[in-house]
């Protein structure tokens, strides 16, 4: 009898190959669009082929195109890699594949979330009753955090939304800085609160909000509206965070107001005592979203909601109950979060957090943010360099300005700086992205994996120089 699986120990070799290629490879895909239609698009095969072929062309053209996303040098967005006992847990998740939505359908999966659940609460010091959700990233992180504050500030209007909707309800009040992730707005989309009507906070040279701008927005919300305040840990250019104690503070003087903490990667700042102060008082909001597959280093998809009224979490979130579902006394995931069949998503984080320890994950938050401390400095020291923003966290926002150009905030510093993000995309020592902050092109580092080390840091400073003719 042939052995169905006898695949997987080839695959398991052509993934080492990849991953071990990984700190060599070049951080650029090695094939355009035109070739990827060329090589995977074809007719649909009428008789099937075989399994063993397949996966060699998808491992080599794959491969192939893939960018070096899980590297060392990758500097793009804010990107993890993925630490190889979470991945290693990541490939069982596979093999089990169990529907984690209900105990019934993997005890094994709604326990490790337990754990992970807790875990997650203490190493961010949130309060440890929280209601805790294992979602795809953070995205749906805020639709369900998003969802709870909604169900709680209706629910005090005297609203029920789960079961009647908006049609009729209170109009709910939604403040947010003018910094605030796109996601943290679709989400708004999502749930029926719209993204173009909510009141935007004016923020200051970092990114932050300003307290005082926060107040006025305040003062002009009629006091009995249904009100959700958005703050931000860990703004995505500058990697800066709002005043969260002080904004909470005001907040609070309104009753029933619910404050939503968007910390994508931010919230991983409360690890380090170094960092913790960037984060006084976040534990005083009422939710809190972030992602494990970027700072954890985690495989995607992986991020993870906490909402502090864990009975308006569950309010927002449960499904009506059906015949045919087994719900019982265990954690019943389908209850927390806004999927029904789903992946068992906390063995990899359970691997993660269990293999570095609370220590372990300390020091891959601070190793990233010493060697983004080192990047700027490295880089701010040259001539027509320069550093945009106060390097906080893991984040570097740099702006190059032409040879005899005065001029920092010119056209001819954005088009140069455009240019030299451009060439280190091409040369492929490393990758990153523009973006524009305040009105000015920039180059956005971001040093969120755990496997680059200073040499990686230093050899791609290199290259942005010479990409930059310094
Ligand atoms: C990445 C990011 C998000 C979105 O997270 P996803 O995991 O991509 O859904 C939201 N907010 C901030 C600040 C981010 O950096």
């Not at 695949?7 to 070049?26: D, M, W």
């Not at 847990?89 to 094994?108: M, V």
């Not at 019943?332 to 293999?355: C, K, M, N, Q």
Request: glycine residues 10%.
């Amino acid at each position: 009898m042939a052995d169905d699986y006898g695949i997987l120990r080839r695959t398991a070799e052509l993934a080492t190959e990849y991953l071990r290629s990984l700190p060599e490879r070049p951080v650029k895909s090695g094939m355009a669009a035109a070739e990827l239609r060329r090589e995977l698009i074809t007719a649909l095969p009428a008789a099937g082929e075989e399994p063993q072929a397949v996966i060699e062309h998808l491992a080599e053209v794959g491969g192939r195109a893939a960018v070096a996303m899980a590297g060392p040098r990758y500097f793009g967005f804010v990107i993890g890699g993925a630490l190889p006992p979470a991945l290693a847990a990541d490939w069982l998740t596979s093999s089990w594949d169990q529907n984690a939505g209900l105990y019934a359908g993997g005890p094994a999966a709604s326990v490790v979330e337990e754990a992970v659940g807790a875990w997650l609460l203490e190493l961010f010091g949130l309060p440890p009753a929280s209601g805790f959700g294992l979602v795809t990233g953070c995205q749906m992180a805020h639709f369900t955090c998003l969802a709870a504050a909604r169900t709680a500030v209706l629910e005090r209007a005297g609203w029920d939304v789960t079961g009647r909707g908006l049609f009729g309800a209170p109009e709910v009040e939604v403040v947010v800085g003018d910094e605030a992730h796109s996601t943290v707005l679709s989400a708004l989309q999502y749930l029926g609160l719209g993204r173009d009507r909510v009141h935007t906070v004016a923020t200051d040279s970092q990114g932050r909000i300003r307290l005082r701008e926060l107040e006025k927005v305040l003062a002009r919300i009629p006091h009995r509206d249904p009100l959700i305040v958005n703050l931000q840990a860990g703004n995505v250019n500058t990697g800066s965070f709002d005043p969260i104690c002080a904004a909470i503070d005001l907040v609070r003087r309104r009753e029933g107001a619910w404050v939503h903490v968007d910390g994508a990667f931010g919230l991983w700042a409360a690890v380090s005592p170094q960092l913790r102060p960037l984060l006084d008082g976040v534990e005083l909001a009422d939710s809190w979203a972030t992602d494990a597959h970027k700072w954890l280093n985690v495989p995607y998809d992986s991020g993870l909601a906490f909402v502090a009224d864990a009975d308006a979490h569950v309010k927002a979130m449960a499904p009506p109950h059906a015949s045919y579902l087994e719900y019982g006394q265990e954690r019943d995931e389908v209850s927390w979060v806004p999927e029904f069949s789903r992946r068992a998503r906390g063995f990899p984080i359970y691997a993660a957090l269990r293999t570095l320890g609370r220590d372990g994950v300390r020091e891959m938050v601070e190793h990233c943010c010493a060697l983004a401390r080192h990047m700027a400095a490295q880089l701010g020291q040259v001539d027509g360099v320069e550093i945009l923003n106060d390097v906080v966290l893991n984040q570097v926002l740099v702006r190059f300005i032409p040879r005899g150009d005065g001029n920092i905030s010119g056209a001819r510093g954005d088009d140069f700086t455009h240019d030299v993000v451009r060439r280190v995309q091409e040369d492929g020592t490393l990758w990153l992205s523009g973006t524009t902050w305040h009105a000015m092109a920039a180059m956005r580092i971001s040093v969120s994996n755990w496997s680059t080390t200073l040499e990686d840091a230093d050899r791609s400073v290199e290259a942005i120089l010479r990409c930059a003719g310094r």
